[in-house]
């Protein structure tokens, strides 16, 4: 039986804007990583000193919200639906803690039989959503089913793939079933888009309200601009949230941002550029906050698309780009290569790839040489909102790749809509991976023949034969060899160009008070607007 409780104390349709852990590894691997990678944190007797306060709003500057941005769980793909939506607005039955362990949310426990195939999860009583409602099994079930339609494309399709039932039983329950076991199960129900919506007589729910169980209530929202919202008084966590208000502001431009931060605009702002670094850390008001993550930036190529259905061609790119000269330049010094291998070395089951695809012009040019294409020609999509230094990024590349008889033409691509009309679009696209709590969940999402996010195109049968075997598996070490082998034809394969393994980089004013602070996804795993408060109040 696998069973998560409340942990204690404090940690533990579209509107206009109104402006005024299934294993015990897991535990703790990203509060772990933070103290070899030198995190920023206030003190510990400042932060004793000052302690959660109540009251107060928090202005939080993003920069990849889109007029495409949504209130459909199934469609979030930004930091600003993943920290407005799932984090401030709605609760998921599970979430990720800090340090990267789980915790029941509107779950209060849960627990498998037969074999990891059939989960029962408990339900807390006494919940509400927004408008008064009581929360039910019934409204669990239909945001479950809400991503199985027919032609779903929704993010948590890997996820809701497994289940063959979902049942009610009695007030408080509901009984899951998969049609394979999966010991981890309950960890994917921390997934983002997994929120929980109150559900429509005669099926389906209400997502179009924006009424959801979570710390805050939607005051407005227009997208690409702005998400305003108020306390939610009666919310089930006792002691949260400690803002009054919270609103998100989409600010692409990273000297917008910045500037935002500067001026009193907003109180704190994401993806912070690396040479404004010393700027902030020298002003007595502003600091600057890393956590180490499973975030990956990367340079994705669509193996199913020539020239890139060439295996001889995606060996050649890799080999192409100076993936050091880059972090040198554009992330001056913060952040570490990746070797094609989209699992961050921090996580449980990471496994070495070798060779390292180092730069190697010369190999390249020979590779390309021998499957005769030279002179290859290839577009590379990106923009500001792929990732922060994509578009300095993506020039370098053109110059590395030169030297190995490669044109890379760099399209620059408009911010707005890049998550729309780029990316699992156009054959070569930089993108900005979270990673995922689980290799599992994160190979089901972007890498099996069947993920909804393949943005690299890759089908493998060995490698989805692996997955399915893996999630079974009851054997460690057979389930670590099955999935360093898994990483292994990624890395030879697949179409991912790792760039680099890169921290979650904020700055704030020191009137943002927080603990310690969730790196398996942005902002706080989501949950900022509901764990962290004022100083100044």
């Known amino acids: 039986m696998n069973e998560s409780h409340y942990p204690t104390g404090p940690f533990g349709g579209q509107t206009q804007l109104h402006i005024g852990g299934f294993t015990p590894s897991r535990r703790g691997f990203i509060g772990g990583a933070a103290m070899m990678a030198g995190a920023v944190f206030l003190p510990a007797s400042l932060r004793a000193e000052e302690g959660p306060k109540q009251g107060g709003r928090l202005r939080y500057g993003v920069h990849d919200g889109s ?10 793909t930004t930091v600003m639906c993943g920290a407005a939506f799932n984090g401030a607005l709605c609760n998921n039955l599970v979430e990720i803690l800090p340090d990267g362990s789980l915790a029941g949310d509107l779950a209060e426990s849960w627990a498998a039989d037969e074999g990891a195939t059939r989960w029962t999860f408990t339900l807390r009583k006494g919940v509400k959503f927004h408008d008064g409602r009581p929360f039910t099994p019934e409204d669990a079930r239909q945001s479950l089913l809400h991503h199985m339609g027919e032609g779903s494309t929704s993010g948590a399709l890997a996820i809701v793939s497994q289940i063959t039932d979902i049942a009610v039983e009695g007030e408080d329950r509901l009984i899951v079933t998969l049609g394979q076991g999966n010991a981890e199960f309950p960890a994917l129900m921390s997934d983002f888009h997994l929120s929980v919506f109150p559900a429509k007589e005669g099926g389906g729910i209400d997502w179009e309200s924006g009424i959801g169980t979570g710390a805050f209530r939607l005051d407005s929202f227009e997208p690409g601009v702005a998400v305003s919202m108020v ?19 989409v600010i692409p431009d990273r000297s917008a941002r910045l500037n935002a931060l500067l001026t009193g605009e907003v109180d704190v702002i994401e993806d912070v550029d690396i040479r404004n670094v010393g700027l902030i850390e020298r002003n007595p008001e502003l600091k600057v906050h890393r956590t180490p993550s499973l975030r990956h930036l990367t340079f994705d190529m669509n193996c199913s698309v020539a020239p890139f259905d060439n295996p001889a061609v995606r060996k050649a790119l890799k080999l192409a780009i100076d993936r050091e000269d880059i972090i040198a330049k554009v992330f001056l010094g913060e952040g570490e290569a990746g070797n094609d291998n989209p ?12 060779p ?7 190999a390249a040019r020979a590779l390309l040489a021998e499957a005769g294409v030279e002179g290859l020609t290839v577009d590379l999509s990106t923009a500001e909102s792929a990732f922060p230094g994509a578009i300095e990024a993506a020039v370098l590349f053109r110059e590395h790749a030169a030297k190995a008889g490669i044109t890379v033409n760099v399209i620059q691509e408009a911010d707005d809509g890049y998550w729309d009309n780029v990316w699992l679009v156009k054959p070569f696209n930089a993108s900005d991976w979270y990673g995922r709590v689980t290799l599992d969940l994160l190979f089901a999402t972007s890498y099996t023949s069947d993920s909804p996010w393949n943005n690299t195109g890759f089908r493998n049968a060995r490698f989805d034969e692996l997955h399915a075997a893996a999630r079974t598996e009851v054997d460690e070490a057979t389930r670590a060899a099955q ?15 790792t760039v680099a393994f890169v921290s979650w980089r904020l700055a704030m004013t020191q009137n943002i008070g927080h603990g310690e602070t969730g790196g398996i996804l942005p902002a706080d795993n989501h949950r900022c607007a509901e764990r962290w408060w004022r100083n100044d109040v």
């Open 343 to 354: 699992v961050a070395p921090i996580m449980p089951l990471w496994a070495e790839t070798p």
């Open 483 to 497: 999935y360093a082998e898994m990483q292994q034809i990624l890395h030879d394969e697949g179409g991912v160009i």
């Open 356 to 362: 390292a695809h180092r730069y190697d012009p010369d």
């Open 67 to 76: 007029q495409q941005d949504s209130l459909e769980p199934g469609s979030w």
């Open 231 to 249: 306390r939610n008084p009666d919310y089930h966590k006792p002691g949260l949230p400690h803002f009054d208000a919270v609103e998100f502001i």
